[in-house]
């Protein structure tokens, strides 16, 4: 083998190892968008099932979890083959839910019953239920494992969930409407989204106490259109990125003073966010308009928009 | 050096008076803090109903609190607060402010009416010297928000002139501007006509034609000719139809002389609630109550769902139960409630009336939700709906 060969195949492999893979669960096609970032092209879209929502990606990139809101269960797909693996027990309508790090457990929310359900993926069963406040959505678990944040939307409450005994500690009520909510990296710190209120609440893991209330306004924009709902926060906790619905914008947030730093206009509606694996860019799901933003976190610009299809929900990445 | 006795008095007192201060507050951690919440209603009289297909509901409003406190309960567990629903159903033949000034009065902080205008404002009379606060869950009425209002009462339901508002942004959208009012012979017509006479005159829209329709045949034989006859008029864009009660709206559609769609009390309405509601978490609390009541959640139901929910709210924010204290919490800044309608509610500060959204719906398809893009205000949106602060004669500050 030649020195250029050499440097062609070595050029080659390293794109191959930098490509990454977007997911995007489509609520209204019942079907998964996989998508190249770097190409920016959609790939192709399969079929999963009924009304898909909720997504997550196992630690290990081997896995693939989805709601399927409509065929009451969440599925587990090969995320190379994007094969059916296997369903799980979720409860009825399941549509957000939380993987551990070990990914031997999920918990999920199960909204019209007012509860959080443990399963335990290897054997497939429910292993727990807990009762929470009435129309439990966002959940989380922190990635030192010890915490599981149930946000209650009509309860306007955190409830936290302490996994090894199983029960919830203390319950933290904030603004009218949590949606979403996400850990820091180093387990510290808890930010939760509260849709009604356009705001942002960060809490302190410790003391379970508020910090800081973050109150989004965007200049010509309507308070009532400000629905906060996605949260992503890198893992050095410098900034933290906000989707606000219907103002159609992500909030970036200086994680270390808490100040709005900018507002980033994407598509309409923008729902969920996920980095891409080395944090250099964001993902955001839009909606209405049916396509993905891609955010440059560098320069903090948005520098492309894919049709994906309709009403993108979800989204994970795989490196 | 020791104390002397007189120090030694003090020190002792300090320390009975930090031990009783000990004592009440562990009292108070371990007791719950009971919110009641009175419920008032009376029996309805069945209407003669045009047509068979729906079933007469003769507790609309009733599972909407019961559903409220439960969900106010589940948050209560968590806060150390109980919330509990008493029922007060008088027969239909029965006096509903006799009820209020026996048992419910110097007995209760909050109340949920159900009630008639009249009786509203009877028991809100009785009330006004007494830390009570009434939320009507049942009136339509622009009066009682206007030079009617009084102070302790907050409005739940959408006002007519709100509902005719919502009605004439669509219809502005639509460009359908030349409308034929058709009014029923009751009273409450009249008063749904006045609305829609005055969101034409706010938006510009023209009232081409309007007449009374009579009863004076059976309309059951004769609908299929009389509304070809009586709909000869004017040229017009749509049909505006006020009958509260629906004695002949329903017959109005496919009849007309002219291809016209139908709005108002039949047809398109604009309600706060409707079956067809699926968005921002509304399938929800559709299930809930259906699960609830095998029945579909009803206006009234909705109303009475987020009575007892500003209470909830309020009380909870504020861990009161004191009647000025909620109200305050409600009537201020923070009080934002979830109503499945994608934006917070909240209450007019000037006549008590909740803001909130309106459906406009069709039977079986939601057609939109007002207040419709493009209808600017330089608050909220929300406003664009009924008597805005600048128009309101209400006198009597709420707070």
Not at chain 2, 48 to 67: C, V, W
Not at chain 2, 128 to 141: E, G, I, N, R
Not at chain 2, 362 to 379: C, D, M, T, Y
């Amino acid at each position: 083998m030649n020195k250029y060969n050499l440097i062609l195949l070595l050029a080659v492999l390293s794109t191959v190892t930098r490509a990454e893979t977007v997911f995007v669960t489509l609520e209204k096609d019942n079907a998964l968008a996989v998508v190249d970032p770097i190409a920016g092209q959609l790939i192709k879209t399969i079929n999963v099932g009924q009304r898909p929502r909720g997504i997550a990606i196992s630690p290990d990139n081997k896995k693939l979890f989805i709601a399927t809101s409509d065929d009451n269960t969440i599925k587990v797909f090969d995320a190379e083959t994007l094969k059916e693996l296997t369903k799980l027990p979720s409860g009825d309508d399941p549509e957000t839910f939380a993987l551990n790090p070990k990914a031997d457990r999920l918990y999920v929310s199960n909204e019209d019953d007012s509860m959080v359900t443990v399963l335990d993926i290897a054997k497939k069963k429910a292993i727990k239920q807990i009762k929470v406040g009435v129309e439990p959505e966002g959940i989380a678990v922190s990635p030192d494992n010890h915490w599981v944040i149930s946000a209650s939307e009509t309860t306007n409450m955190l409830h936290w969930i302490d996994i090894k005994s199983g029960t919830i500690v203390e319950n933290t009520l904030v603004d009218p409407r949590p949606r979403a909510v996400n850990f820091t990296m180093d387990s510290q710190q808890a930010w939760a989204t509260s849709e009604m209120a356009g705001t942002l609440t960060i809490l302190d893991t410790q003391s379970k106490k508020i910090i800081k209330t973050i109150h989004f306004a965007i200049p010509g924009v309507t308070n009532d259109t400000i629905q906060p709902v996605g949260i992503a926060i890198d893992n050095k906790r410098q900034r933290g990125y906000v989707a606000l619905g219907p103002a159609n914008r992500v909030a970036v947030i200086n994680a270390q003073t808490y100040e709005v730093e900018s507002y980033l206009l994407v598509g309409q509606r923008v729902w969920n966010l996920a980095f891409s694996p080395d944090q250099k860019r964001l993902y955001t799901t839009n909606g209405v308009s049916n396509d993905i933003s891609i955010i440059d976190l560098e320069s903090q610009k948005v520098t492309k928009s894919i049709a994906v299809g309709t009403y993108p929900w979800g989204v994970a990445v795989k490196p | 050096m020791m104390p002397s006795s007189k120090q030694f008095l003090w020190m002792s007192v300090n320390l009975l008076v930090f031990l009783q201060l000990l004592d009440l507050h562990s009292a108070f951690a371990a007791g719950k803090q009971v919110i009641t919440i009175a419920y008032l209603t009376q029996q309805q009289t069945k209407q003669a109903p045009l047509s068979n297909l729906d079933p007469f509901i003769d507790n609309k409003g009733l599972p909407g609190g019961e559903l409220a406190i439960t969900d106010n309960n589940t948050t209560g567990q968590f806060t150390g607060q109980e919330f509990v629903l008493k029922k007060f159903i008088v027969p239909n033949n029965g006096n509903a402010v006799d009820v209020f000034s026996k048992s419910i009065l110097n007995k209760y902080n909050f109340v949920v009416s159900m009630l008639t205008k009249t009786d509203l404002l009877k028991i809100a009379e009785m009330a006004s010297a007494k830390p009570m606060l009434v939320l009507d869950a049942a009136t339509q009425d622009d009066d009682l928000r206007n030079e009617q209002c009084r102070s302790n009462i907050l409005h739940v339901l959408p006002s007519r002139s709100m509902r005719a508002d919502a009605l004439a942004q669509y219809m502005m959208k639509k460009r359908w501007t030349h409308w034929f009012l058709v009014i029923g012979n009751k009273p409450d017509d009249q008063l749904f006509a006045n609305a829609i006479k005055r969101a034409a005159k706010r938006f510009g829209i023209k009232i081409v034609a309007e007449k009374t329709w009579e009863h004076t045949f059976d309309a059951r034989r004769s609908a299929q000719s009389d509304v070809a006859v009586f709909t000869q008029t004017e040229e017009y864009d749509v049909l505006v139809v006020a009958d509260e009660q629906g004695e002949f709206g329903e017959y109005l559609d496919y009849r007309t002389w002219l291809p016209r769609p139908v709005i108002g009390t039949q047809g398109l309405i604009a309600t706060a609630w409707h079956r067809t509601h699926e968005q921002w978490g509304a399938t929800q609390i559709q299930n809930r109550f259906k699960d609830l009541t095998g029945r579909w959640m009803e206006e009234q139901d909705y109303a009475a769902y987020l009575a007892v929910r500003a209470i909830g709210e309020a009380a909870t924010r504020t861990q009161s139960k004191d009647a000025q204290q909620v109200k305050d919490y409600m009537l201020g800044e923070k009080f934002a409630l979830q109503g499945y309608k994608g934006v917070p509610l909240s209450f007019r500060l000037w006549d008590g009336q909740l803001r909130q959204p309106l459906l406009l719906a069709a039977p079986r398809s939601l057609v939109a939700v007002a207040p419709i893009e493009g209808f600017l205000h330089p608050k909220t949106e929300l406003d664009t709906l009924g008597y805005d602060q600048p128009e309101s004669t209400c006198k009597i500050k709420k707070q």
